[in-house]
């Protein structure tokens, strides 16, 4: 009932720096694309990262996915243009737009893909930006997409409404877009932010629930936590970190 087709996308959050006139230029005193970029982006962590005999690089981390991806694509077509670089802004601002759109788009494709109804525009632009945020390595926006498709089988073959079932697997994971600005339980942030706008209690309380933030025991809540777990378990889906196998 499920074969997927597509191609898993593995996002690279650094740029390699082999000339070293960029390299002492970035190292300076004073204000460079790294700084520059660094207020332009919210919570966004970029530093130079030069070790011993390894390749120098910048590296990106945190913040939100969409202004992360933005500055990386700023800095790779600023890098071959270091005469440029007081156009930091401009380039930063072009390239954020374009992804924004893209989001956009990505978001619609789901939606449709789903054929579900009355999903708020903000919801949309927030899935597709997902597209850039990564969990164990894995992509938000296609963990989203495959676990909605997983719980609406699995709705459908236990008699549970498998639009309820759809739109909590696309919504599940949606704080992800957001939770580095906000304190908490992603799934909780998820919740609070598909019921602020328009999701049914339903399916808001379903999705606060697959972590076990809220105790519930519907079947809607198991067949979404049951899906969220074929998602994360699926052979290659996921990289274990070494923090995780402590924990284990």
């Known amino acids: 009932r499920y074969s997927p087709e597509f191609k898993w996308p593995k996002g690279i959050n650094s740029v390699e720096v082999t000339d070293r006139k960029i390299i002492d ?21 970029i530093q130079l990262s030069s070790e011993e005999n390894k390749p120098a690089s910048i590296r990106l981390a945190g913040g939100y996915g969409i202004y992360r991806e933005a500055a990386k694509l700023t800095i ?18 072009r390239v954020r737009t374009q992804l924004e759109q893209q989001a956009i788009q990505l ?4 939606i449709k893909e789903l054929k579900l109804n009355n999903i708020h525009f903000e919801i949309v632009k927030m899935l597709g930006a997902l597209n850039w945020r990564t969990s164990y390595r894995q992509n938000q926006f296609y963990h989203s997409l495959e676990v909605a498709k997983l ?30 600005r906000i304190e908490g339980s992603h799934a909780v942030i998820s919740g609070d932010y598909a019921d602020r706008f ?36 699926r052979p290659g889906a996921r990289v274990n970190l070494a923090e995780g196998a402590q924990d284990r």
């Open 25 to 45: 230029r970035l190292t300076q005193e004073g204000r460079n694309i790294i700084t520059d970029l660094q207020e332009l982006t919210e919570h966004v962590s």
């Open 76 to 93: 790779e077509e600023l890098l071959n243009k270091p005469h440029q670089w007081h156009k930091v802004k401009n380039t930063y601002d």
């Open 107 to 110: 978001g619609k494709v789901a």
């Open 198 to 233: 328009g999701e049914s209690k339903e399916i808001c309380d379903a999705v606060m629930s697959h972590h076990s933030d809220l105790v519930l025991e519907t079947p809607l809540s198991y067949v979404l936590r049951a899906a969220v777990n074929m998602s994360g378990a």
């Open 151 to 180: 719980a609406g089988i699995l709705a459908n073959e236990l008699g549970v409404d498998p639009e309820a079932a759809k739109r909590s697997g696309l919504l599940h994971d949606i704080g992800k877009g957001i939770d580095y």
